[in-house]
């Protein structure tokens, strides 16, 4: 089945600590994302890979950090987590780099930062 | 810079209604027009997208959508609700066309809740 899975789907944690969430899509997609998901403000885009080792800046990139060493993974790392950084999580993933392709969602990490 | 407005935060209608989610957008070119449903716990689906030609887009589960120019509108249709239709719906905007550097952003609207009432 073709899809995009997170881990884990739902995390508390305190400030300070380095996390992981993985992300892993199993469609040779070449174009990554991740989105975070606020009340009011929609999906704003974090960081966005266009293939491996390619990756660049969102729109709200302050305190987050990704790699693209494999073409099916994209992890965001949260070297120092802030409570503001509590927040829904979304991976998403598209074939290729053109403007009418549809992306592909991962289920959500739902993320509480203390 | 591009932007998407949903101006409903909510939407309520009765089931066996007509539904409409309304999407405008703003955007320097030609856009690409996208409609994402996200149910509980879930992560986002793909519903329908405008690239080009009929402005009129059919998509899963019976919605529609209809592209207006002059209006900069992308309002999302169903003739008919249904209760499992009860969603947060996502209009997105792309601009088509090839930027330096080969990105062009996706920029999505905050999301309008709809209920279906029994």
């Known amino acids: ?114 | 810079a591009q932007s998407v407005a949903q101006p409903e935060d909510q939407v309520n209608v009765a089931e066996g209604n007509p539904l409409t989610v309304k999407c405008t957008y703003s955007v320097s070119g030609n856009p690409y027009l996208f409609w994402y449903v996200q149910y509980p716990n879930r992560g986002l689906q793909f519903l329908l997208k405008y690239i080009t030609g009929d402005n009129l887009v059919k998509g899963s589960y019976g919605f529609e959508a209809e592209f207006n120019k002059s209006q900069t509108s992308f309002h999302l249709k169903k003739p008919s609700a249904l209760v499992s239709d009860s969603a947060l719906y996502f209009c997105a905007v792309r601009v088509s066309g090839r930027k330096s550097g080969g990105y062009q952003k996706v920029t999505f609207g905050t999301g309008t809740k709809l209920q279906v009432i029994p």
């Open chain 1, 1 to 114: 089945e073709a899809q995009v899975t997170q881990n884990p789907r739902y995390l508390i944690t305190v400030t300070g600590k380095k996390l992981t969430v993985t992300c892993s899509q199993n469609m040779n997609h070449e174009y990554m994302s991740w989105y975070r998901q606020d009340p009011g403000l929609g999906l704003r885009q974090i960081y966005y890979s266009m293939n491996v080792e390619v990756t660049d800046k969102g729109d709200v990139p302050e305190g987050y950090k990704v790699s693209r060493k494999e073409k099916r993974n994209f992890p965001l790392i949260l070297e120092s987590p802030s409570p503001n950084q509590t927040s829904l999580y979304f991976c998403a993933s598209q074939r290729r780099l053109a403007g009418g392709e549809t992306q592909y969602f991962g289920p959500g990490t739902r993320l509480l930062v203390l």
